[in-house]
């Protein structure tokens, strides 16, 4: 008969630390707490709390139970403790953070930490008493952030150009880690070109280039020719990503729950994100994504999608056309402000019609996505996309259409077929109204309206103002196309473009 005192958790969190050869200060990193909580639990000391005894239980799940008779009889006790190691690794930033092993400069840290802590107080509303836990909470959260790769850089990605609520500064400090991560050691590399081809890259390619062209939150870009000739772009997935973002997904789940004690909406939001970070971790299904949009615009005369050669592309590798051009920043460094104001409404007219007319959207909201090519745009990245069946394209049009013709009511209308609201009791549809048309003032116009980080700054602290947010469902058909609407905000900011933003939606809607 089993001991009781053996399903203690206090003592099969020893145990399992034990079997695994850590430390008390390893496992600590793994639960996100002080060294001294797991010592204290471990004595008896202190209770564990709920969410350390259901992660605890997520582990001795991964790790095959704590019995010698259930425990994976597959792994010695090196390889146990390798196992947990790479769970370290991936629960603290993932390996290969910090390759050189060179402390970062202390004000360097001192910079982001400042960046990060003004990130997170942005998003949390006033409540006595509660604040200061919370800041504190998803400090920790976001310790390892400047390193991390997956779910954390994301969301320092889309804070760092899409949040106006941020100062200038703060905005620079989050782009600046996005720019200094470390790329993966060419040994990696080849690791995952042995399990995906069984060769390596040198054998696949007539030329491969080791050193990335580009890094991303879940992969990274390398310059190859095809044995044919063709120059392409191959984005290699970073080993244990798909781990890592489940783990990290839980983390956040904690903080999930933490944002709806504050706001309801912004759980929802964490939640449709990681949903779609995680299905982008599977390269098939962003080459099945990227044949749509290259159905949806072959053969237009300024959008260019690149070819995807799927016979070098595999769930970790995808390898696609190399597009030559300018990157975002370089092109506002080196354009006119002619060139500028038509290439944004040269992205306008791509995202709206993508939705519009092919009912698809690119919800990747990343400047990184766009390479221009003369006076033409090269679109790319479509890990994350979202489909319309036709009913909900309907709905969608009909919702749009309606505020285009200035009608409350029908608007209201479409927005009850669409469930786009909780309770309507709880809900004011003037001050919605009032919000809504004010943010697409661009889009109502008949004039040409000129974007700026003011004019952002003003309808996104409008949209932070509605008091009622939280009553909108924000389910997917709602969501993203909301999400990619504050993506198209930011880079027209950027561009400080000015056109007659209406004409796209005139044609894509087909409106008289």
Known sequence: MKNSEDSEPRVRLKKFRERVHS????????????????????????????????LLERLEAEFGGLNDSSLDASLTDSHLSEKFTELLLVNTGLPNANPSGIPEPKNQKTKIRSAIRELVENYLSRIPGTRQIQVALIERA??????????????????????????????????????????????????????????????????WNPRPVAMASIGQVHEAWLHSGERVAV???????????????????????????????????????????????????????????????????DIVIPRVYTDYSTPRIFTTEYIEGKGFHEFLRTSTQEERDRAGLLIHRFHYEATMLHGILQADPHPGNYIFVGGKIAFIDFGRIVGFEPQNLDKTK?????????????????????????????????????VLTTQMHYELSDKPVKFSQDYVRRIWKLANSF?????????????WPVFASANLWSVLADLEAEAHWRSNVVRALDLK
């Open 235 to 301: 984005k290699v997935q970073y080993p244990n990503i798909y781990r890592s973002i489940v783990l990290q997904t839980q983390l956040f789940k904690t903080l999930s729950q933490l944002m709806a004690l504050v706001r309801t909406d912004y759980a929802d939001t964490l939640q449709n994100f990681t949903k779609k970070l995680r299905e982008e971790c599977d390269y098939s299904v962003e080459a099945d994504n990227h044949a749509k949009f290259y159905r949806a615009f072959h053969g237009d005369a």
């Open 142 to 207: 976001f310790d390892t952030v400047a390193n991390a790769k997956g779910l954390p850089l994301k969301i320092i990605q889309l804070a760092s150009f899409i949040d106006f609520g941020l100062s200038h500064s703060t905005r620079q400090t989050l782009i600046e880690v996005q720019s200094s991560l470390a790329p993966l050691p060419a040994r990696k590399v080849r690791e995952v070109f042995q399990e995906e081809f069984g060769r390596a890259p040198e054998d696949v390619f007539a030329h």
């Open 467 to 479: 008091r009622h947010r939280s009553q909108l469902t924000m389910n997917s058909e709602f969501f």
């Open 23 to 54: 430390s008390q200060r390893d496992l600590a990193k793994v639960f996100s707490v002080a060294p001294g909580a797991i010592a204290m639990w471990e004595s008896g000391q202190r209770e564990m709390p709920g969410p350390a005894v259901a």
């Open 398 to 434: 009909k919702f749009y259409k309606a505020i285009q013709a200035n009608d409350p009511l029908a608007t209201r209308a479409a927005m009850v077929e669409s469930n786009y609201v909780r309770n309507w009791n709880r809900f004011d549809f003037e001050e919605f109204w009032t």
